[in-house]
């Protein structure tokens, strides 16, 4: 696959991804052309194109992680391991399709509300500040909502599947149990 065709891929999803994390449009910007520099300079390491997705996620968080690291050493490593706790709901754009279809069902099943909150911050690429000026709801409600729509959707994944995490939380396998996914 070609840097170009990574680009019209990605572009979009990952700046949303990074915007949700530095909230700064224009430094925003700057780690994504940095984060297609580092892909150009590597796409020939990349082994499977079937892990390209996660290939590049891994890139950008790495990107991420070094921006707050030059800005700030030390001071902000629990802010940067706060904002680098993965929910399921992240996973979506690094796992397989079994692993995303099943995803997708468990969102369905959530009240509508916290569905909404996922897909426009989560998938949607907007930040929960952007969240809650659109829902006409407080920042800190915003918050509130998105943090118990993610622990739905775990309780959801361990009523169903038994999941398999690394020590960082980055899921690795799972296992259907007791659903349809």
């Known amino acids: 696959m070609t840097t170009q065709a990574i680009w019209g891929d990605f572009r979009n999803e990952l700046l949303g991804f990074i915007k949700a994390r530095v909230n700064d449009t224009n430094i925003a910007e700057d780690i994504l052309q940095e984060v297609f520099i580092?892909?150009?300079?590597?796409?020939?390491?990349?082994?499977?194109?079937?892990?390209?997705?996660?290939?590049?996620?891994?890139?950008?968080?790495?990107?991420?992680?070094?921006?707050?690291?030059?800005?700030?050493?030390?001071?902000?490593?629990?802010q940067i391991s706060m904002t680098f706790e993965k929910s399921l709901a992240e996973e979506l754009n690094e796992s397989n399709n079994d692993f995303s279809n099943c995803l997708?069902?468990?969102?369905?099943?959530?009240?509508?509300?916290?569905?909404?909150?996922?897909?426009?911050?989560?998938?949607?690429g907007i930040s929960q500040k952007e969240y809650a000026q659109q829902m006409h709801i407080s920042y800190?409600?915003?918050?509130?909502?998105?943090?118990?729509?993610?622990?739905?959707?775990?309780?959801?994944?361990?009523?169903?599947?038994?999941?398999?995490?690394?020590?960082?939380?980055?899921?690795?396998?799972?296992?259907?149990?007791?659903?349809?996914?």
């Open 38 to 78: 580092k892909i150009h300079l590597n796409v020939k390491s990349l082994q499977t194109k079937d892990r390209l997705a996660s290939w590049v996620y891994q890139i950008t968080r790495n990107t991420i992680i070094d921006y707050y690291r030059k800005k700030e050493p030390l001071k902000n490593a629990k």
């Open 104 to 124: 997708k069902s468990h969102i369905e099943e959530l009240p509508e509300k916290y569905q909404d909150a996922l897909k426009k911050t989560s998938f949607g």
């Open 140 to 181: 800190s409600a915003a918050k509130s909502r998105i943090q118990r729509a993610r622990q739905q959707l775990k309780d959801l994944f361990v009523a169903c599947c038994a999941v398999e995490t690394d020590g960082y939380g980055n899921v690795i396998s799972s296992t259907h149990e007791d659903c349809d996914c």
